[in-house]
């Protein structure tokens, strides 16, 4: 079974940083990308990163690019998404979901998402 925990979210002023957690068991990272996706207070949801299975391949949505850097920790099960310079538009509920092997296009074709965890951007 499939099972995905995210943690590290919170409040935080802008320009502040949060690092998100993403621990997997169930499966081994080495054969899923995982992505982040986000749903934004707009009601939007966003996929906001991805981390493909090799662990190489990275795929950014563009107001993220160059600050919320992903990354994985295969002892620990775990990807990260450090998010740097936080903004206001940055806010919203984030969740991780694992896909095969290749990050998926859209959200939509994440099979499964986590429960989520809230970000908020606020002074």
């Known amino acids: 079974q499939l099972r995905f925990v995210e943690s590290g979210g919170g409040l935080v002023q802008p320009g502040g940083s949060l690092r998100l957690a993403c621990e997997v068991s169930?499966?081994?990272?080495?054969?899923?990308?995982i992505g982040w996706l986000r749903h934004s207070p707009r009601g939007e949801r966003e996929h906001v990163s991805c981390l493909g299975a090799s662990g190489k391949s990275t795929v950014y949505f563009d107001s993220v690019k160059g600050r919320f850097p992903i990354s994985r920790d295969n002892a620990k099960n775990t990807v990260y998404m450090q998010m740097n310079n936080l903004h206001p538009d940055d806010a919203g509920v984030y969740y991780c979901?694992?896909?095969?092997?290749?990050?998926?296009?859209?959200?939509?074709?994440?099979?499964?998402w986590g429960q989520g965890i809230r970000v908020d951007v606020s002074t």
């Open positions: 979901a694992p896909s095969p092997i290749f990050c998926p296009d859209s959200p939509a074709n994440y099979p499964h």
């Open positions: 169930g499966f081994r990272l080495k054969n899923y990308a």
